[in-house]
């Protein structure tokens, strides 16, 4: 069964530092890498994607690929008290026509002003 | 430009009561797609339409689940009957293209079965 793995959590840091969230998957096959954030209650929030190895930056986010380890994570820098959601990894498996995305849980961040 | 809109926004029902919830996807996005979590858990997958046709419905857990999406506008996800483990929420997305990548969510609905 393919699945997508995350600490759950909580992660705690303190405002202005770099946060650090990481993500492995078990289909070598997955071409496709998402970081969704979740604030409670709300719709899961597209934030990055990444497709190819190496880092992707956008703004105080970074996301890393590592296909050969299965590893993709996120970094924030600068966290502020308003990053403080669940952070949900997720993967497009690899197949024809297929489109599906499969998640991890998700990992709380808290961001201590 | 509205988001994908979901109804109810919650739902309490009763075990074996019929339960229909309600998808509008971005104006344009072809493609649908229906996302289940229950405590606990990960978000999982149900089921993909492209305009009105099942694209890919792996995800969909027995034949008490029934997705509709008649004119390929918006969608429809009937649980008849309910039972207890199907309480959750339920999240719909869209995307442009049956390349688009980026899945947009809707808020989701609450369902608790009780």
């Known amino acids: 069964q393919k699945e997508v793995e995350q600490n759950s959590g909580p992660l705690s840091v303190p405002e202005g530092a770099i946060a650090s969230l990481n993500c492995t998957y078990s289909?070598?096959?997955?071409?496709?890498f998402f970081w969704y954030r979740q604030y409670s209650g709300k719709s899961p929030e597209l934030i990055m994607s990444?497709?190819?190895?190496g880092d992707k930056e956008d703004g105080r986010f970074t996301a890393q690929l590592n296909k050969a380890s299965q590893y993709v994570s996120l970094l924030i820098r600068d966290s502020q008290p308003s990053d403080s959601a669940t952070y949900l990894c997720?993967?497009?498996?690899?197949?024809?026509?297929?489109?599906?995305?499969?998640f991890g849980k998700g990992t709380k961040l808290s961001v201590i002003p | 430009e509205a988001g994908v809109t979901q109804f109810p926004s919650h739902s309490v029902i009763e075990k074996g009561q019929t339960v229909t919830l309600r998808c509008d996807p971005i104006?344009?996005?072809?493609?649908l797609y229906w996302y289940r979590r229950v405590m606990g858990k990960e978000i999982k997958f149900l089921l993909h339409?492209?305009?009105?046709?099942?694209?890919?419905e792996s995800g969909m857990p027995n034949n008490r689940f029934l997705a509709e999406r008649t004119g390929g506008t918006y969608s429809t996800l009937k649980v008849q009957p309910a039972e207890l483990e199907d309480s959750g929420v339920y999240f719909c997305?869209?995307?442009?293209?049956?390349?688009?990548?980026?899945?947009?969510f809707g808020p989701g609905t609450r369902l608790l079965v009780l």
């Open positions: 997305a869209s995307s442009q293209s049956s390349g688009g990548e980026t899945q947009y």
């Open positions: 289909d070598r096959g997955s071409q496709s």
């Open positions: 990444i497709y190819s190895n």
């Open positions: 997720a993967v497009r498996q690899s197949g024809a026509g297929s489109y599906q995305l499969t």
């Open positions: 104006s344009g996005h072809d493609n």
């Open positions: 339409f492209v305009k009105e046709s099942k694209q890919d």
